[in-house]
């Protein structure tokens, strides 16, 4: 149940209901800690009356004080060292009559009477008397103030004659404790004491302690409201912009939400926005790539695909053994197209989840250029007399921040479209340099007709339509994944033809190396 309730809160409000629930347990043992503390405070007190009392009786029998005005008040003189520490002590005979008082020990003995007019208050009700004969520790506040006769009278007859019996009055502001006990001798019930004391310390460290309470809560509380405000303001307000940014993206909502204010920002839901944001642009530009590829590839194999159905209708019809071995040649052309298309497409999708995997490191061109040359020597020296040379400036690396298979796919892919372009018998050139800015340059060099474009950046798009004859057995998608994955290493590509002789120069300049941060 309380789980399923937080499940369905927003941050700030379990932040909240988790708080309150604590000040509710705090406040509940708070309740109960200064509910008991003045009961124990006042039974600390009264322990200390008990034993003046039991000490007191203990004096009088072994003295064999009797209980009457005359002797009390001399056993008072000779003893008041005991009672020095206490407000007034007070004895009754047996019959309730004062007998002696504290406070009267340096006045006439017929004072007494009068003294004691000064304690007698108001006569108990039934209500009180019923709850004195009851209970300990009875509060009796001014509303209803009674004497001190009529509670040991009550006192006398209730079942805890002969226990000692604490309870507290609040007298025109002062908070008083009164112990009283019955004297017992020979089993004979012969009189009282009554020990009362000033007990305002009890009542200031209760109010000590509420004031300490009550300040703590209520600074704990506006902390907790400024701390909400700050968590609210400065971490949830953003959390949600985020939430409705994403949303917006899911449900391609056209409502714009900013959040470049948070991307500013140096703490980590800066660092998350600007995460967000890049890899939303970055969906979003994968997502368009994705669909101009495939409008563009829809629209390249409708191509051989008219082509291929004109040539089967027409191959039914003709008889002639030339003209079907043409049309046979187109059938077969188109389906190597449409084939390598769908290869090429395959491998770029296959691509582009592995890039997602491999990482950055130092490598050396040199190794992965020579052994990609040595293997293309290998196939077309002895077919088609193409020889591919390799040179360099002399250093002995060329280091850069790259994938490893992924320079041999741009070095392969230059070479299968410099091939393509090439005569039988022709060399083609890789070289290797560093320029002025200490950037490592490749540049693969062909002899075959060059570009006929002046704007040889066009060469560079999907199915570029402009091939020689024998390029049909080529998806078109070759300088284009060429450029994707050299931008990926924040290199360039250029295309230019040369100007000694005829040909073509395709040149890559890759960055200086950086330090890698895994």
Do not use: C, W
Request: glycine fraction near 4%.
């Amino acid at each position: 149940m309380f789980s399923y309730l937080l499940k369905n809160l927003s941050i700030l409000k379990k932040f909240l209901f988790i708080n309150l629930i604590f000040f509710t347990i705090i406040g509940l043992f708070t309740f109960l800690y200064l509910k008991n503390i003045q009961p124990n405070l006042i039974k600390k007190k009264s322990s200390n009356h008990i034993n003046i009392i039991d000490n007191t009786i203990e004096n009088l029998n072994r003295l064999e004080i009797k209980f009457n005005e005359e002797d009390i008040r001399r056993f008072l003189f000779s003893t008041r060292f005991i009672f020095q520490s206490l407000d007034r002590v007070i004895f009754f005979n047996n019959n309730l009559d004062l007998i002696g008082d504290t406070d009267t020990l340096d006045l006439d003995p017929r004072s007494f009477s009068s003294r004691l007019d000064i304690i007698e208050l108001e006569i108990l009700s039934e209500k009180k008397t019923k709850e004195i004969t009851e209970e300990k520790n009875i509060n009796i506040g001014n509303e209803n103030l009674v004497s001190l006769k009529d509670i040991l009278f009550n006192y006398a007859g209730s079942k805890k004659n002969g226990i000692p019996f604490t309870f507290t009055q609040e007298e025109f502001n002062n908070f008083k404790l009164t112990t009283i006990r019955n004297v017992f001798r020979e089993d004979k019930n012969i009189g009282y004491i009554a020990i009362i004391e000033n007990a305002n310390d009890v009542r200031a460290a209760i109010d000590e302690r509420k004031t300490f309470i009550i300040r703590t809560a209520f600074a704990v509380g506006i902390v907790i409201l400024i701390f909400s405000f700050v968590l609210n303001r400065y971490f949830l307000k953003p959390i949600q912009n985020l939430v409705n940014y994403t949303n917006m993206i899911k449900n391609k909502d056209h409502k714009k939400i900013n959040i470049d204010n948070l991307k500013v920002r140096n703490d980590e839901l800066g660092l998350l926005s600007k995460s967000l944001d890049d890899m939303t642009l970055e969906l979003q530009k994968r997502i368009s790539h994705a669909e101009n590829f495939s409008t563009d590839l829809v629209h390249e194999i409708r191509n051989p695909l008219a082509s291929l159905k004109s040539a089967s209708e027409i191959l039914n019809d003709t008889k002639e053994a030339d003209e079907r071995i043409k049309l046979i040649n187109i059938l077969s052309h188109d389906v190597q197209r449409i084939e390598r298309l769908i290869t090429d497409y395959s491998q770029i999708l296959k691509d582009e989840v592995a890039l997602s995997k491999e990482k950055f490191r130092k490598i050396d061109l040199i190794p992965i250029i020579q052994s990609v040359v040595d293997d293309y020597n290998s196939i077309y020296q002895a077919k088609s007399g193409i020889k591919i040379s390799y040179n360099n400036d002399g250093k002995k690396s060329y280091i850069i921040n790259g994938i490893e298979n992924r320079i041999e796919q741009i070095v392969a892919n230059l070479l299968d479209n410099a091939i393509s372009f090439s005569i039988n018998n022709h060399n083609i050139e890789v070289k290797v340099t560093k320029n002025s800015n200490n950037q490592v340059v490749v540049n693969i060099i062909d002899e075959g007709p060059g570009f006929k474009e002046r704007d040889t950046a066009k060469i560079f798009k999907r199915f570029y339509s402009n091939r020689p004859d024998k390029f049909g057995q080529h998806s078109g998608l070759g300088l284009n994944i060429v450029k994707n994955l050299v931008e990926l290493h924040k290199a360039t590509i250029t295309a230019s033809n040369r100007i000694d002789k005829s040909g073509a120069n395709l040149e890559v300049i890759f960055p200086k190396p950086q330090r890698l941060i895994d």
